[in-house]
Each structure stands twice: as C-alpha cells, then as structure tokens.
C-alpha cells in the first residue's frame, strides 16, 4: 500500500497479463514457444493472410502465391508443427504448449493455421497410431483429411447406430469408399468440395466407408469403415477446381476423385472395428484444435476492436472511454476469456483422459466457434462503418469465424451428438455412471 499525503491509496496496479490474457503464470518454455510463434504469425501469416484473402481461388494456389511461401517458412522453422509426443514432455505440459501455440497461429491467420495443421495431419496421426513407416511416407508432403463427400456432410460425423434418422434403413455410406481384397484397398468416388488443402494436397488420410467382403454395412445398419493414407500422385486421382468462398479464402479447398486407387492394406491406420476407435481418435485431434485456434482469432478481433476505440472519438470523447462502449469491450472479453478456458480443458482433456471422445470436444469447437463469430461481430459493430470496409481486418475476421461455425461439423450438429453423448452418460441416471462401463465408441 503506498501512502499519498495524509490519504491512503489502496487502488490495485493493473494485474499481470500475457499475449494470451489473465495466465496464471507460464513457465519459460511456454512464454519462449508464445512469442516465437506470435512472431511467425505476425509477420509472416497475418500479411499472407490478407493478400490471400483478395485472390482468387486458382490464385491462392498460383506457383507464385504466398501459400507457398508460408509453408516453407513454416516448414523450415518447425513452428507450424508445434511439439509433439516423444520430445520429452511430460503429457500435461505439451497439451499446454500446443494450445498456447496453435492460439497465436490462429491469431494470425484462421485459414493458414487450418492448411498448416491439416498439412500436417497425415503424419501425426500415422505417429499416433504407431506406424511410423506411414508417417515417413507422409513426411515432407503436403496433407489433407478426406472426411466428407457430396451426399455424407453431417452423416460422416455418427459414431453410434442409434443417432440415425428413424425413418432411414440405414446409415449413409457416402460416394467415397474403399473394398478390401487380399492385401489391398480399392479407392472409388469423389470427396466433398470441402477438404482443406485438397486442390494441393499430396498426401491424405481418408476416413470412408469400407467393405471388407461382407458388404459396406454391419447388423446394425451402420456402414463399415477404414482410415487410410492414400498419396494423392498415384494412378487415378484427380482434382477439382479450388473452391471461390465467403471465409478463410486462405485455405484452399476442392474435390478430390478417385478412380480405381490401390493402396496396399499396410497403408490402412485403422480397420474394422478398429475404424471407430481411430475416427473418432482423428475427430477428437480436430476439435480440439479448432477450439485453440478460434481463440487466437477472436482475440484478434477483441484487440482490432479494443485499438480503434481508444482512436476514434464520438459524443465529445474517445469510444474506450463511453461506459457503454466499456461494457461491450469487457463482454468480448470475457467471451474470449471463456473461449480459452474451454479449449484448454478440451486439450487437456483429450491428452489426458484415458477414454476421451469426439462429442465433447465437439461441444468445445461449437461453443468457441460460436464464441469467436459473436465477438468478431461485435468487433465490426464497435468500428461502425470502417468495421464493414477492407481497409480494417475486422471484416475479414468476421468472414473467417462464419466459415468456422460449419468446418469441422455444422455447430447445431455438434452440440446436438454432445447432448447424445450426455443423454448415454446419463443412463443410469448419474454422470459418472459409464466411467465404469467404458463401452462407446470412445477413442481410448
Ligand atoms: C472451412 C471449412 C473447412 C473444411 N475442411 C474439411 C476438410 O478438411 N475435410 C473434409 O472432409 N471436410 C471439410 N469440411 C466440410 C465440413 O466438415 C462440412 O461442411 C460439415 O461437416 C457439414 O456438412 P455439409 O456441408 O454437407 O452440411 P449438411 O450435413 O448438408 O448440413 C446442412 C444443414 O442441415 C443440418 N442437418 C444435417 N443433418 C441433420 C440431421 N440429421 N438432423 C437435423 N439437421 C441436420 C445441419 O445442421 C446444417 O445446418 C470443411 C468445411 C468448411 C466450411
């Protein structure tokens, strides 16, 4: 307490933040791997993002285009990756780092984190699922995750036959699927327009239906599965064109067709009744990572806001210092506050959990994703007419989130399999009731 003349002043200094708000306190480490990546998304993601967000789509995957530019800078720096199983840190620690990290990515740039995690995604999940020949073969190449096709959006995303629509026969097996015979899986069909890195990708790990002689369907009426690594330079793949749309116009995406595509069995990370465990294993790593990286972009819309009030001045003085306009600001930030909490505990969860499953991490991906659109919406309200203009970032922020609310599972979805999820838990009429069961369809 400091004194002032004969009056007391028990005023509290203002508390201690980092890039990434109210932490407790971050170790060394963390700050050092928090300020490299800012870095990298300061000053190589964010400038890309934005002239990638004037181009077109065939331009955005030009020779010449900065797409490229960014993963070989990212490439060369190791900082896309983030760490990872087996560098010698202790579990809890790493979901930390790569929650720390993969929020100043997105802070960066949405689209470029996604194409820079998806990049790698062939690879890390071969590493994770042991099979380290797969994940040499993906090393180095480009990546992408096949999940959804033109007739299995949402469909993709069921992991138990109950979930189905009453009035349907059965399950939706989609227009992209593989048969297994002897020792080799045969790819025919088309992905959806939406997978991420597809019209560049050289490597991708689908997630399809699969017959293995018995047809594409098990006794319960749910299709069959299998996740395999299929290089995209083989014999009758093929692409579409790249996809014109509203958000992360950073990201390329576009269609994927495959015709009569053999790949041997050992490419296959997961089979049979394994497919669900690995599935739901790769939907999990997704949501996860979308909650982390949809804090950094709203974030970025909270400080885009937070600077343009302390400049612009209306009603005889600067917008920060109208209490209205406060209690907007506190709002954003407390939603982003929020935002982080959330995915922390997802993260935490994910790596930690002995059983961890998709359908609560999809509750972290809507919730964040619906997070970070409100706060970038508010971000253009609180800039007024300059919000909605290319000259602020705001406007492309928002567009960013929009896209963000249907990648990875449409939002109502989502939280819909997440009330599934707890309508199982509660069973027995107690949430802790299937700890001891541990029978779903979990990814443990
Ligand atoms: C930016 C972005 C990146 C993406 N990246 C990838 C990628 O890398 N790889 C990939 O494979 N895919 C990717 N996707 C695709 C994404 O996963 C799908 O768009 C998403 O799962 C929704 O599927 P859909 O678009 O076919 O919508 P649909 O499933 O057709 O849904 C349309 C609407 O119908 C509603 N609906 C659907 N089913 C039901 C039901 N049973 N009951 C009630 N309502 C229902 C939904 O809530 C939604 O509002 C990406 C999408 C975006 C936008």
């Not at 999940?125 to 959804?148: H, K, N, Q």
């Not at 080799?184 to 991420?196: K, L």
């Not at 399809?208 to 290089?231: K, L, N, Q, S």
């Not at 982003?336 to 999809?362: D, F, G, I, K, N």
Request: hydrophobic share 40%.
């Amino acid at each position: 307490m400091t004194v002032r003349g004969d009056k007391a002043d028990v005023r509290p200094g203002l508390p201690c933040t980092e890039l990434s708000g109210f932490e407790p306190q971050l170790t060394a480490e963390e700050r050092a791997l928090q300020q490299a990546v800012h870095a990298f998304a300061a000053e190589v993601l964010r400038p890309a993002g934005r002239a990638l967000d004037r181009m077109t789509a065939e331009e955005v995957i030009a020779p010449d285009s900065p797409f490229w530019e960014v993963h070989l800078v990212a490439a060369k720096s190791g900082l896309g990756d983030g760490p990872e199983a087996g560098d010698d840190v202790p579990p809890a620690l790493l979901a930390r780092m790569a929650a720390v990290a993969v929020e100043e990515l997105g802070w960066g740039d949405a689209g470029l984190a996604v194409s820079l995690g998806v990049g790698g995604f062939p690879a890390l999940m071969a590493r994770r699922a042991g099979t380290p020949e797969l994940a040499d073969l993906c090393a180095g190449r480009l990546g992408c995750w096949i999940g959804t096709q033109p007739d299995r959006g949402s469909d993709g995303l069921s992991l138990y036959p109950q979930e189905r629509h009453p009035s349907a026969p059965h399950g939706n097996k989609g227009n992209l699927t593989a048969r297994v015979r002897g020792g080799d899986i045969v790819i025919n069909g088309q992905s959806s327009a939406w997978v991420s890195n597809g019209p560049v990708a050289q490597v991708g790990l689908a997630s399809i239906a699969a017959d293995y002689g018995a047809g594409f369907y098990d006794e319960e009426g749910h299709p069959r599965g299998i996740e395999v690594i299929v290089p995209l330079d083989l014999p009758g793949v093929s692409r579409g064109k790249p996809l014109e749309k509203l958000g992360k116009r950073a990201l390329p995406q576009g269609e994927i067709f495959f015709d009569d595509v053999k790949v041997p069995l050992r490419h296959a990370l997961s089979t049979e009744d394994a497919y669900w465990r690995g599935h739901a294993a790769t939907w999990s790593s997704a949501g996860v990572a979308m909650g982390q990286l949809m804090t950094g972009l709203a974030r970025a819309a909270f400080e885009t806001a937070l600077a343009y009030t302390h400049e612009r001045r209306q009603g005889g003085a600067l917008l920060a210092e109208h209490q209205l306009v406060q209690y907007r600001l506190g709002r954003m930030g407390s939603q982003v506050e929020a935002m982080r909490a959330v995915s922390r505990r997802a993260t935490e969860y994910t790596a930690l959990s002995p059983a961890r499953h998709p359908y609560y991490t999809a509750q972290s991906k809507s919730l964040c994703t619906d997070l970070a659109f409100q706060v970038a919406d508010e971000a253009v309200q609180l800039m007024g007419g300059n919000g909605l203009t290319r000259e602020y970032p705001a406007e492309k922020l928002f567009r960013d989130a929009r896209a963000a609310r249907i990648e990875d599972g449409e939002n109502h979805l989502l939280t819909m399999k997440f009330g599934h999820l707890a309508s199982l838990l509660h069973q027995d009429g107690r949430l802790g009731a299937a700890r001891q069961r541990g029978d779903g369809r979990g990814d443990h």
